[in-house]
């Protein structure tokens, strides 16, 4: 089981409402909440960005390729 070594404001509201939840959330780190349109864009950008500035130089096709590769991952 793993460690919980921070407690945020919305973690002891839900141990105190849902300690279920906090379970699942917080110890065993499942998350049900679906991938809205806007987290996978994000997401996808993010990664694409990331892969862009570790490259030398930027290499932008790997960047774009980085980024639909994310986009792929969306079941």
């Known amino acids: 089981m793993s460690r919980v070594n921070h407690l945020s404001?919305?973690?002891i509201v839900t141990f105190l409402n849902n300690q279920v939840e906090f379970q699942k959330?917080?110890?065993a780190k499942i998350y049900d909440n679906p991938k809205t349109?806007?987290?996978v864009v994000g997401t996808s950008?993010?990664?694409?960005?990331?892969?862009?500035?570790?490259k030398d130089g930027g290499d932008v096709?790997?960047?774009i390729e980085a980024g639909l590769e994310e986009m792929?991952?969306?079941s």
Do not use: G, N
């Not at 950008?45 to 570790?54: I, N, P, Q, V």
């Open 25 to 27: 959330r917080y110890i």
């Open 37 to 39: 349109p806007s987290l």
């Open 72 to 74: 792929s991952y969306v």
């Open 45 to 54: 950008f993010h990664k694409a960005m990331e892969t862009f500035y570790d």
């Open 9 to 11: 404001y919305s973690a």
């Open 61 to 63: 096709q790997a960047a």
